[in-house]
């Protein structure tokens, strides 16, 4: 079962019953990342739901010790939020983008600083190296200058090099920075005072309590929310191995439209675009590329509805207990990501009895659920 859906999808009016603290209270709990909160949502209702049950089954799963988030430490994150003028968006609010909400893993809370209207405006991303060669950051400079002009609202991550530039030239028009820390905590910061600009005339966000000083496990989750607010990602200038993919790589996977600047096949600082390129993300450069790439996007043509194949036989069911499947299920993951439906499939039990284990090994620490609906041992 496919998870990471926020509750207004599963119709469940989680606002009229849930308030902030809740909210704050079961995404800062130990072990419950942005798909396990809104599987828990789906399940049990609401926020305040969700917080009682919790113990109960870390205890079904052997965890004695199972505590929630106290009440304390998610109202110190509401305090800081409002030192740092910053503003909390629920995942049901009518402020939460829609764009980002129907991602897999879409973030159960938002802490912005500006305008939170950016968020659900026309928006694409402008991301690159932050060793970006003067070429690089002057076509940054005018690709993001041009895509304000077209209406674009220009998404970032506030780095060095390209999010830079591109973020400064969209001032004028609107831009939104990404956050990998506190939306407080400016990095670099060298860019405090570009930052500020950004709160006044665009949105600083993120999904990290303030005050958080930014971590590597911080940048991937990052990036998915750069690419989650966009129409299309364009990459200008990235090295074959950068987090910049990491953002072109999300952006397929959320079904968004990947574009990319070529560059000189002997500058390792465009090896990442040209691939990109080779393997078919759209050839840009200029904003008025970028435009066109998206006027000419159709939805795919219907499919051809072919005769069913013959069913293949239902595998055997699972004869053990809840010890027995966990032992089965972790028979049949590794370090590298494995989609659930298809563990699910291959384990030949009720869907409802493997998300019950598999939710109690996620507890445990000893499997880690990732976008997309994929789950791999920790």
Known sequence: MTIGLAPARFGLPASAVDDDLSVLRLIRSRRVGPTTFHRLIAEHGSARAALEALPGIAAQSGIADYAVCPEGVAAAELAAGRRAGARLIRHDSADYPDSLRQIDGAPAILWVRGDPAWLSRDVMAVIGARNASSLGLRMARGMAAGLGEAGFIVAAGLARGVDTAAHAAALPTGTIAVMAGGVDVIYPAENADLAARIAECGVLVSEQPPGTEPAARHFPTRNRIVSGLSQGVVVIEAAQRSGTLITARNALDQGREVMAVPGHPMDARAAGCNALIRDGATLVRS?????????????????VVMAA?????????????????ESRILQRLSPSPTEENDLIRDLGVPAATASAVILSLELQGRVTRLAGGRLALS
């Open 287 to 303: 904003a008025a590329d970028v435009a066109d790439a998206l006027a000419q996007t159709r939805p795919l043509p219907a499919p």
């Open 309 to 325: 194949p013959d069913p293949l036989p239902p595998p055997p069911r699972d004869q053990g207990g809840p010890i027995q499947l």
